[in-house]
């Protein structure tokens, strides 16, 4: 299966529109309300927003490298080691859309800009896409049996001197 058959073109540019109307939608809201606002619920649907432009340059981006890098990672960790699977949510972060400075209207503002120009952010998307994905890693943890019986029978090495 191919990324276009996964991500289908008419779908992205659905997803696009919606988040624009929403982007629109809450701009006007914190234009009424009042830009110096402290609702949290204005700034978590602010956050959204921000999560949701990250998610359409992630698309974009998997939709222009066509060939995913597969990883050639062991499936088994080395003794007194594990392997785990990330979730992949850090890797959605790399956009880097979210800008904390100045009030509510000024970044929904700048989130539309980013969202009409969207070539920059698509860029650093797709430089760590080709680079591949590790989705695993290594934690450590306690030695194997072997290895500590092995060194309790061990024999002491002393100093003669």
């Known amino acids: 299966m191919t990324v276009d058959e996964l991500i289908p073109e008419h779908l992205l540019a659905q997803f696009r529109a919606g988040v624009f ?33 990250g998610y ?33 949510r850090l890797l959605l972060k790399r956009a880097w859309l979210r800008d904390k400075t100045g009030d509510l209207a000024q970044r929904v503002r700048r989130l539309i800009g980013a969202f009409n120009q969207p070539e920059r952010y698509i860029a650093r998307v797709l430089k760590r896409l080709a680079r591949g994905v590790c989705l695993s890693r290594l934690i450590i943890t306690a030695p194997s049996f072997e290895t500590i019986v092995r060194v309790a ?8 001197s």
Request: with cysteine; net charge positive.
């Open 21 to 53: 109307t929403r982007l629109g939608w809450l701009l006007e809201i914190i234009l009424r309300i009042g830009v110096f606002s402290r609702s949290r619920r204005l700034k978590r649907m602010v956050r959204g927003c921000e999560r949701r432009v």
């Open 56 to 88: 359409i340059y992630f698309l974009t981006a998997l939709r222009r490298l066509r060939h995913v890098p597969q990883q050639n990672g062991a499936s088994s960790a080395p003794p007194g080691f594990r392997r785990t699977r990330s979730r992949g």
């Open 153 to 160: 029978l061990a024999p002491a090495h002393a100093d003669s």
